[in-house]
C-alpha cells in the first residue's frame, strides 16, 4: 500500500516542526520538510521512527527550488507554513514579508498543476487587525490588515478562494492566534520571558502592559489542526486556532515569575509604535470541536515550558 505524501513547508520552524513531527508519527504518510532555515532549527528536525520523513533545503519564494521537490514527489497534501515571523523582524523587514506572496503563488501553482488534493494554510491573527468585535470570530469579524505581515496572509487566504473557485483546488485556512511550547524561538514573548525569569533578568514590556492575548499550548494547536486532516472537516473553509483565555501581558509576565519562584523585575519599555493590539481574544467554538478535549491551561503549558527551559540549563 502505497503511503500518503505530504509536503510541510517551514517544517524545521516552531508549528510546522510540531505538525511534521505528528504526521510521521503514522506510518502511512511520506512527510517532506521545505524549510530556507533562516528562522528554522536543525533541532527542531523530527526523529524518523517509520523512515518516512526527509528534509530538504528549499526557499517556496524561489520557483526553482520548490518546483523540483513538487515535481520529484506529486504530493497528495500540502501543509503551507513557511513564512517570516515575529512582530519585531516582520516589521523590520517588511520587503522580505512581502516576498512570501511569491511562495504562495508557487505553492497554489504547484498544488494545482500536480494533483495535490488539499491545502492547509497558516494564516495569523494578524488579518483582523485591531479588531471592533469580541470574540473575533472566523466569519464576522472584519479583516483589517494593515501591516505587512498581515497583508500577506490575508492576500494568502484570498489566493486560496479564487483557486478554489477557478481551479477546484481544496483548502483549509488555519487563523493562528498566539501558541507556544517547548523549542520556539526566543523572539517570542513567552519564551522570552521564561529564560529571562529562570536567570532572574528583568522581564520587558512594551507600555503599560495591559495589552492582552491568549495563549495556546502547541500540543493543542497541532491536534486540533490534524483532526482538520484525518477527519475532512473545514474543507475550503476557516477555523480560527487559539483558546480563548485572555490575559494581559503584566499578568503574565506575573505569573511566569511567581510559577518560576524568579526574582525579576518588570520593566516597562515605551509602546511599539505599531504592530501590538490592544486586544486579541478568538472565538474558539470551531476549534474546541476540532479538539475534542480540554485545552491545556496556561498554568500547566506554563510548568511544561519551564521544565524544559531548566532541562536545557
Known sequence: MSKTKILVTGGMGFIGSNIARKLAENKDNYVVIADNMHTGHFE??????????????SDTNFFKDISSIFYAYKFDYVFHYAALVGVKRTLE???????????????????????????????????????????????????????????????????????????????????????????????????????????NQDLTIYGDGSQTRTFCYVEDNVDACLNAFYKNKYVND??????????????????????????????HLPPLKEGDMTRRCPDVRNMKKLLGRKMTGIDDGIRILLKEFRKRK
Open 238 to 267: 476557516v477555523v480560527n486556532i487559539g483558546t480563548d483565555f485572555e490575559i494581559t501581558i503584566l499578568e503574565l509576565a506575573k505569573k511566569i515569575i511567581k510559577l518560576s519562584g524568579s526574582k525579576s523585575k518588570i520593566i
Open 93 to 199: 523587514n517588511p520587503v522580505a514579508v512581502l516576498r512570501d506572496l511569491e511562495g504562495i503563488r508557487n505553492v497554489l501553482g504547484l498544488s494545482k498543476n500536480t494533483g495535490v488534493k488539499r491545502i492547509f494554510f497558516s494564516s495569523s491573527s494578524e488579518v483582523y487587525g485591531e479588531p471592533v468585535e469580541f470574540p473575533q470570530n472566523e466569519y464576522t469579524t472584519p479583516l483589517n490588515s494593515r501591516l505587512p505581515y498581515a497583508i500577506v496572509k490575508n492576500v494568502g487566504e484570498a489566493f486560496l478562494r479564487s483557486y478554489k473557485q477557478e481551479y477546484d483546488l481544496d483548502y483549509t485556512i488555519f487563523r493562528f492566534f498566539n501558541t507556544y511550547g517547548p523549542n520556539q524561538s526566543e523572539d517570542f514573548v513567552m519564551s522570552r520571558f521564561i529564560r529571562a525569569a529562570l536567570n
Open 44 to 57: 527542531n528536525l523530527p526523529v524518523a521512527k517509520h523512515n518516512n520523513i526527509k528534509y530538504i533545503k
